[in-house]
Nanobody, 124 residues
Framework: QAHLVESGGGLVQAGDSLRLSCAASGRTFSNVVMGWFRQAPGKERDFVAAITWSGSSTTYGSSVRGRFIISRDNAKNTVDLQMASLKSEDTAVYYC?????????????????WGQGTQVTVSS
């Protein structure tokens, strides 16, 4: 059974930074893409960022590019999302996800495993 557990969410002010972490367990997440998505109330789940197994390739959603950085530590089975210059529109539940291949995609239907999510609230 695969488990992805997010942590690090919270309430911050606009302009602040926040770091989310996702711990993977229960199966091997070797040679697969890991990603982050977010979902605001009443909206669809949107792509935030993804990273390949080696970490050599990443991709970001247009609304976060230049402000967020995704990274992973394969020895620890973790993937992090460093968020900077947060805006009120970044408020959402953030989800960690994993694919079963090492090909990047922003399509949420391409991810087989999901965490329960962590709330990020940015007050303006």
């Amino acid at each position: 059974q695969a488990h992805l557990v997010e942590s690090g969410g919270g309430l911050v002010q606009a302009g602040d930074s926040l770091r989310l972490s996702c711990a993977a367990s229960g199966r091997t997440f070797s040679n697969v893409v890991m990603g982050w998505f977010r979902q605001a109330p009443g909206k669809e789940r949107d792509f935030v960022a993804a990273i390949t197994w080696s970490g050599s390739s990443t991709t970001y959603g247009s609304s976060v590019r230049g402000r967020f950085i995704i990274s992973r530590d394969n020895a620890k089975n973790t993937v992090d999302l460093q968020m900077a210059s947060l805006k009120s529109e970044d408020t959402a539940v953030y989800y960690c996800a994993a694919r079963t291949t090492d090909a990047l995609t922003p399509n949420r239907f391409g991810y087989a495993y999901w965490g329960q999510g962590t709330q990020v609230t940015v007050s303006s």
